[in-house]
């Protein structure tokens, strides 16, 4: 793994590259340019970039109107107030009309650290999945981030994606990101003996998990899920028929999450021993991030824990 990055900062540059590109791209963002960083955007393509104010609902109605008007749109604020504040919006305005509109979110989840409960939100990916239509991306890396925002932009149709504050270490490089296919799971280890399907920060969480674990002689699937809607089912299938255990683990709750998607399918198609890592059921609390990943249940520990509950299972 190479060095740290957020993906909120693979966001921006990928909108800077996007706007050269598309010149139909056009960015929206709720007076928090600086932190979900586009700005960046801002500084390139002035004339491209509309500040919202604090009115989220007013932002992604104004975005539903730019993309019935032909354009295609990136509206951002934090995750807690895109899909929190403005989800009535997003469901009419976006999602029943099937409109090109972009949700980025940034500072999901409890990495968002210090700014505490109010801020940390773990009922986003629940919240989006429930929309018709709506494609739901959650990526791991600051690479992988990069690559799945251009194919996002690119693919027609509504989307949310989700990104973080914190910055993560980096497992991807541009060329493995630019392999990946929304809708496609990613296997980035092979195993036998049990499945962690992980998202967002939790894969790098999961790939050190399985290193401990292999040195214990438990051989441990990795797969990326990055696209947490539509749901990878083939990939789930062929991991619950060989590995006959499943542990899923996210940065949000274990309510309507990842967790939840896994569980619907493999409950009716093809029951399978499962664990699930993630907030259970609780907010958060102000503090630094790796420290409330721990508190939280939210580590490659907690992995590590949950594996060996489902091989004594």
């Known amino acids: 793994m190479s060095d740290k990055k957020a993906t909120r900062e693979a966001y921006a540059e990928a909108l800077v590259e996007l706007g050269k590109e598309r010149k139909d791209l056009v960015v929206l963002d709720a007076d928090l340019a600086n932190s979900t960083m586009t700005g960046k955007f801002r500084d390139a393509y002035p004339d491209r970039f509309f500040d919202m104010g604090i009115a989220e609902q007013n932002m992604y109605g104004v975005a539903a109107g730019l993309a019935a008007s032909g354009k295609v749109v990136c509206a951002s604020s934090f995750a807690m107030f895109a899909t ?26 409890i990495t ?69 296919q929304i809708g496609k799971g990613n296997v980035l280890r092979e195993g036998k003996d049990c499945t962690v399907i ?23 699937r990795v797969i990326d899920m990055h696209t947490i809607k539509p749901l990878d089912e083939e990939l789930v299938m062929k991991a619950a028929k060989e590995t006959g255990r499943i542990l899923t683990a996210e940065e949000h709750s274990v309510i309507g999450g990842l967790g939840s998607a896994v569980a619907e399918f493999t409950s009716v198609n093809c029951p399978v021993k499962m664990y699930m890592v993630g907030q259970h059921d609780t907010f958060g609390e102000s503090g630094k991030p790796e420290e409330l990943k721990a508190k939280y249940g939210m580590t490659a520990s907690d992995i590590y824990k949950g594996v060996h509950v489902l091989m004594r299972g």
Do not use: W
Request: proline residues 4%; negative net charge; glycine residues 8%.
């Open 112 to 180: 968002v650290g210090e700014d505490g409960a109010t801020h940390q939100t773990f009922e986003d990916i629940a919240i989006m999945r429930t929309i018709p239509g709506m494609t739901v991306l959650s990526p791991s890396d600051a690479p992988s981030a990069k690559a799945l925002v251009k194919m996002a932009v690119n693919t027609d149709g509504p989307f949310y994606v989700r990104l973080g504050r914190a910055k993560v270490p980096q497992f991807y490089t541009d060329e493995t990101a630019a392999a990946l």
């Open 198 to 220: 992980a998202t967002g920060i939790m894969v790098a969480e999961a790939l050190a998990a399985a290193e401990e674990l292999q040195a214990e002689g438990i051989d441990v």
């Open 84 to 109: 929190g504040r403005a989800f009535e919006i997003i469901r009419n305005s976006i999602g029943y009309t099937h409109l090109n509109v972009k949700v980025c979110a940034t500072h999901a989840g």
